[in-house]
């Protein structure tokens, strides 16, 4: 029963508009809007008060791993806070092009390419809870930053694939990223509020998961919401389209740890 109500809320969402190909969304929604604005009040609330934002206690984690040191290494914060490599803003930048590996990464990327490269460790898993408190860590320290990043010169085919992947249809539902957070923003479905699907507020703290969730934990949730196969964690199509999410959000601020339901 469950899961009929929510096909037909899909299908009425939907079924009111015309069935012509996504419009060119290269455009951001205007007015921008975050994530935060569709919440209910007390959801908001939660967000705004670091001492009930549950994405704090990833924080708090995080920063305490940012100042442990590997048994023959330098900790996060010998590089980062004593030798003057500075992450405040860092986070509202990404995802960048890696410049020695001509990649694109997003930040826990990045921080799995300090382990490697600097620290001498292994990787972290994504969607491990260390990776999560490292970037929410990092993350939190560009809190109200301006969303800022560069699609030019490498990053422009990253740019242009995470558009095409926002403006293609798919699943069993055949709906666009576009369809919902372009063209029907401020419409209910399911209890939720569509929002203008930003990645600013994330990682997050979702009730739904009760846990802090990275943004690709996120996409893989909207992917399988039209029946489309997920993408995998830090898959090229789901950093492209973060990049895409990231100039689109252009004018907003970095809010993570959000909290959404
Ligand atoms: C059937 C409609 C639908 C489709 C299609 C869809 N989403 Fe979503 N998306 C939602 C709903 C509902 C939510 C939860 C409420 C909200 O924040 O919009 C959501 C949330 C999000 C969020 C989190 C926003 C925030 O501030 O918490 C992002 C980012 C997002 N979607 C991106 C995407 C991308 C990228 C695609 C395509 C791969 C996509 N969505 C496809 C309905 C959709
Ligand atoms: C030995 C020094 C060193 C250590 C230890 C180190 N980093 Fe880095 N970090 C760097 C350097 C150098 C860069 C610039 C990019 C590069 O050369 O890899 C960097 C870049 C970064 C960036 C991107 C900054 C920007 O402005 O784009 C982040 C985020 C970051 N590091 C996080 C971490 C985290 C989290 C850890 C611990 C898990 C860590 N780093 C450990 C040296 C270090």
Same mark, same amino acid.
């Given at each position: 029963?469950?899961?009929?109500?929510?096909?037909?809320?899909?299908?009425?969402?939907?079924?009111?508009?015309?069935?012509?190909?996504?419009?060119?969304?290269?455009?951001?929604?205007? /007015? $921008?809007?975050?994530?935060? *604005?569709? &919440?209910? %009040?007390? !959801?908001?609330?939660?967000?705004?008060?670091?001492?009930?934002? =549950?994405?704090?206690?990833?924080?708090?984690?995080?920063?305490?791993?940012?100042?442990?040191?590997?048994?023959?290494?330098?900790?996060?914060?010998?590089?980062?806070?004593?030798?003057?490599?500075?992450?405040?803003?860092?986070?509202?930048?990404?995802?960048?092009?890696?410049?020695?590996?001509?990649?694109?990464?997003?930040?826990?990327?990045?921080?799995?390419?300090?382990?490697?490269?600097?620290?001498?460790?292994? /990787? $972290?898993?994504?969607?491990? *809870?260390? &990776?999560? %408190?490292? !970037?929410?860590?990092?993350?939190?320290?560009?809190?109200?930053? =301006?969303?800022?990043?560069?699609?030019?010169?490498?990053?422009?085919?990253?740019?242009?694939?995470?558009?095409?992947?926002?403006?293609?249809?798919?699943?069993?539902?055949?709906?666009?990223?576009?369809?919902?957070?372009?063209?029907?923003?401020?419409?209910?479905?399911?209890?939720?509020?569509?929002?203008?699907?930003?990645?600013?507020?994330?990682?997050?703290?979702?009730?739904?998961?009760?846990?802090?969730?990275?943004?690709?934990?996120?996409?893989? *949730?909207?992917?399988?919401?039209?029946?489309?196969?997920?993408?995998?964690?830090?898959?090229?199509?789901?950093?492209?389209?973060?990049?895409?999410?990231?100039?689109?959000?252009?004018?907003?601020?970095?809010?993570?740890?959000?909290?959404?339901?």
């Amino acid at each position: 029963m469950k899961r009929l109500a929510a096909i037909s809320a899909i299908l009425s969402l939907v079924a009111c508009q015309p069935d012509t190909s996504p419009a060119p969304a290269d455009s951001a929604p205007d /007015p $921008l809007k975050s994530g935060y *604005d569709f &919440l209910q %009040a007390q !959801t908001q609330a939660l967000q705004d008060d670091d001492f009930a934002n =549950p994405g704090f206690l990833w924080v708090d984690r995080g920063e305490a791993l940012f100042s442990e040191a590997p048994a023959d290494g330098k900790a996060c914060s010998t590089c980062h806070n004593d030798d003057g490599l500075s992450l405040a803003g860092a986070a509202a930048h990404y995802p960048q092009i890696d410049e020695e590996s001509g990649d694109l990464v997003n930040i826990e990327g990045r921080i799995n390419l300090c382990r490697t490269r600097h620290q001498g460790l292994q /990787p $972290l898993e994504y969607e491990s *809870d260390d &990776l999560l %408190a490292l !970037t929410a860590y990092t993350a939190s320290l560009s809190r109200g930053a =301006p969303i800022s990043v560069d699609i030019e010169g490498a990053a422009a085919n990253w740019y242009a694939r995470g558009r095409d992947y926002f403006e293609t249809r798919r699943g069993q539902f055949n709906l666009a990223c576009t369809q919902c957070h372009d063209d029907n923003w401020g419409k209910k479905l399911r209890g939720d509020t569509i929002s203008q699907g930003h990645g600013t507020g994330f990682p997050a703290y979702r009730l739904e998961w009760q846990s802090l969730g990275s943004l690709h934990r996120r996409l893989r *949730d909207c992917d399988a919401g039209v029946r489309a196969q997920p993408r995998d964690y830090g898959s090229d199509d789901y950093l492209a389209v973060e990049l895409y999410l990231a100039k689109r959000a252009q004018g907003l601020t970095l809010e993570a740890p959000g909290v959404r339901r």
